[in-house]
């Protein structure tokens, strides 16, 4: 469903840079991105509306990361500065078929497609 890319590798050195793209190959109404982190569950970090104009953070993003989405590629992207160590994982992006209420967008369960992954390092 998902085809997830990196842009500018996936080591970087703390305070660093990455952008994350995902395009999905099916229609999608909510997409999101979640981590995991070794040997931890995998936890919400953002998630966006259809048309980009909502979008929601866990609380560890701090103004570090961004959302986007491009409807016409059909393609979520998350802008990820300031990384930290903790920041490290395997990054998951996420989509529904259909709307859901807000106050559910970071639940993984409630999403019906799921990216590969792709691995972010942050080095201290």
């Known amino acids: 469903m998902c085809s997830c890319r990196r842009l500018g590798g996936g080591l970087v050195q703390a305070g660093g840079s990455l952008r994350l793209s995902c395009a999905a190959s099916?229609?999608?109404?909510?997409m999101a991105w979640f981590r995991q982190a070794p040997g931890q569950e995998r936890v919400f970090v953002a998630a966006t509306s259809p048309r980009g104009g909502s979008s929601r953070y866990g609380d560890f993003v701090r103004g570090r990361f961004a959302i986007s989405r491009d409807r016409a590629k059909n393609t979520v992207y998350l802008q990820m500065n300031s990384l930290k160590p903790e920041d490290t994982g395997v990054y998951y992006c996420?989509?529904?078929?259909?709307?859901?209420?807000?106050?559910?967008?970071?639940?993984?369960?409630?999403?019906?497609?799921w990216g590969n992954g792709t691995l972010v390092t942050v080095s201290s």
């Open positions: 996420a989509a529904r078929r259909v709307r859901i209420v807000f106050s559910s967008w970071s639940d993984p369960n409630v999403m019906d497609y």
């Open positions: 099916v229609s999608t109404d909510l």
